[in-house]
């Protein structure tokens, strides 16, 4: 049998509770970003609520490494390398084009003393700009059309996606190639690695700009917690635990909220934390939800929504973000005023995505599955 013929993979059944996990930490990703617009210390980041919402990111690469192998481990010799690709590009890439045209339509209106280069830049610029984006060419600072030297103005979150399907093409060609013991010597190193970054840093902030030093965070950032969710997979033997949904919602809304530790004078402290969520409380999760069982219709309806729902907010609220950071910069909103309208804010991103993934993406991604997924390569 040759590769052409490979016949159509049957799809596993998911992980609901993982799946609803990833749905709270998106939201939680929200929640952090509508409060740093009114954070001030931009430094050590100590006055900032919901002070380590950035770990949702984490997070999100060591479930991505979980599901991965879960997925397609199991499955190279039935399946090609390109039919791998297209099954990836086919889940992730209609949304990352969403992303990047809404960050366009929100982009003019963003303009402000926050981001003074908006107002100056051309439209066939913006327009070469998130063209590039929607095919997720990474931009350099030459072509930074908002200020804060992202790789994707028009929708910056965009950079993690960048990294994801970096980690996709790694396991594809590489790693899933590794027996256990050298993949977990290369998480091994991977997580010294990141230790230290976190404890220079103070934190696990970054890998949002096309310069060396925020490509080695972001790519620090990305190896570990992928590759490690990809180990966990295939050593862990899952038991059968009850609640487990609501536990581990707990667990990841208390390690994203917990205040900044130590403060500007033992900020390496705050980096020791990061390390340890990512490297030791975050695969526990990840194996306390593979664990999980739900008993009741209304709890897996309502993993089943948040898995649905994760994605699709991650990756559009950003724009609206934009908005309301530049109104709470423009007026000097204070955090008590302006809470009432972030909550606007949230309520309106998980609408927005809500519309996108029932108008859009599932459309989009049924339409490729029918058509472009069943054709094999050479069969045109």
Request: hydrophobic share 50%.
């Amino acid at each position: 049998m040759t590769q052409l013929d490979l016949p159509a993979l049957p799809t596993k059944p998911h992980y609901v509770i993982l799946d609803g996990l990833r749905g709270v930490a998106a939201i939680m990703v929200v929640i952090f970003h509508i409060f740093e617009a009114s954070a001030t210390d931009l430094k050590f980041h100590t006055d900032q609520i919901v002070n380590h919402g950035y770990l949702g990111v984490d997070f999100f690469f060591i479930l991505s490494g979980f599901v991965i192998g879960y997925a397609y481990d199991d499955r190279w010799g039935k399946m090609s390398l390109w039919e791998f690709c297209k099954r990836r590009l086919t889940r992730l890439q209609p949304m990352v084009i969403m992303g990047m045209v809404l960050g366009a339509v929100f982009f003019y209106p963003q303009a402000s003393e926050l981001f003074p280069s908006i107002a100056g830049t051309p439209l066939w610029l913006m327009l070469a700009v998130m063209a590039a984006g929607s095919l997720l060419l990474p931009v350099p600072l030459s072509l930074d059309i908002r200020g804060w030297q992202e790789m994707y103005p028009l929708n910056g979150p965009g950079w993690t996606l960048f990294f994801e399907y970096l980690a996709n093409i790694l396991y594809a060609t590489l790693i899933r190639r590794l027996s256990n013991i050298w993949l977990a010597f290369l998480v091994f190193l991977a997580g010294c690695a990141l230790i230290h970054q976190c404890y220079t840093m103070g934190n696990n902030i970054g890998g949002w700009s096309l310069t060396i030093e925020q490509l080695q965070v972001g790519l620090t950032r990305l190896v570990f917690p992928f590759f490690g969710g990809l180990l966990l997979f295939r050593i862990c033997k899952p038991s059968r635990i009850k609640h487990a949904f609501w536990w581990c919602s707990l667990i990841i809304i208390g390690v994203m909220c917990m205040p900044h530790v130590g403060g500007e004078e033992h900020y390496h402290l705050n980096g020791l934390y990061d390390a340890f969520c990512i490297i030791a409380v975050f695969p526990f999760v990840v194996y306390l939800g593979a664990s999980g069982v739900l008993s009741g219709t209304c709890s897996k309806r309502f993993c089943k929504f948040l898995g649905e729902l994760s994605y699709p907010l991650y990756i559009t609220h950003y724009p609206l973000i934009y908005l309301y950071t530049a109104w709470v910069a423009d007026n000097k909103i204070p955090i008590a005023e302006a809470i009432p309208f972030g909550a606007l804010v949230l309520a309106s991103s998980i609408i927005l995505a809500v519309l996108c993934l029932k108008l859009y993406d599932e459309p989009i991604r049924n339409w490729l599955k029918k058509h472009w997924n069943s054709v094999r390569p050479g069969a045109m």
